[in-house]
């Protein structure tokens, strides 16, 4: 898992240039569905999902001083359609809140497809409403077993639209290891997982660690 980093931070030892970003993202999320046959295909429900986007996250005042008005967060709820067990989509709303306190109505799609063998694809779309922080935002990731420690490696994406600022887009690899948990925790899986982000023209890098915890119900 820690090649990523190491290999983040290469350049910036080699090159004494500034290093990549850090950023440690904690997303927890609940899925209720309904009881059903273990035939049925299709089963709908209610999923939430409460996220620290950056718990490393510092507020940077004009002047460059620090000044921490607690953390950012995002609260978003609704409902989820499953298919086949392994698949699902998610349509949600809810509200952003960064660390100024500043607060946006979101409206929020979430997605994973398993349909193409040995590949998981995960995907989010986002559009916030305040005129002063109006953005439309997409992320995407796919990866694949690599046979090493329930590992999957693969590739991310995000790119954020703002309404009159300048748009941010990255990508880059991604490593996703599975934490190991009883046998009798089936609803839950929790997951860290990796990811150096190449922005595009002079905005920098980041290493981005998330901490994503999932529980079925």
Do not use: C
Request: proline content about 6%; glycine content about 6%.
């Amino acid at each position: 898992m820690f090649w990523l980093l190491f290999l983040a931070l290469l350049p910036t030892s080699v090159f004494a240039q500034e290093g990549p970003d850090p950023q440690v993202r904690i997303p927890v999320h609940i899925q209720v569905l309904p009881k059903a046959d273990p035939e049925t295909k299709n089963r709908f429900g209610l999923a939430f999902w409460g996220i620290l986007p950056d718990v490393t996250a510092e507020n940077i005042l004009p002047d460059g001083t620090v000044k921490d008005n607690g953390l950012a967060t995002l609260l978003v709820g609704g409902f989820v359609w499953q298919h086949d067990k392994k698949n699902w989509l998610e349509l949600l709303v809810g509200q952003k809140r960064d660390q100024n306190g500043y607060k946006d109505s979101i409206l929020n799609m979430r997605f994973v497809n398993n349909q193409v063998p040995h590949v998981a694809i995960a995907g989010e779309i986002q559009q916030s409403f305040r005129n002063e922080r109006k953005r439309f935002f997409w992320w995407v990731a796919a990866d694949t077993p690599v046979h090493m420690w329930r590992m999957r490696a693969g590739v991310e994406t995000e790119h954020i639209h703002s309404f009159g600022k300048t748009n941010a887009h990255s990508i880059g690899p991604r490593v996703v290891l599975p934490l190991p948990l009883p046998v009798r925790a089936k609803a839950l899986k929790v997951g860290l997982v990796t990811t150096y982000q190449f922005k595009k023209g002079h905005d920098r890098d980041f290493v981005r660690v998330y901490i994503i915890t999932n529980l079925s119900f």
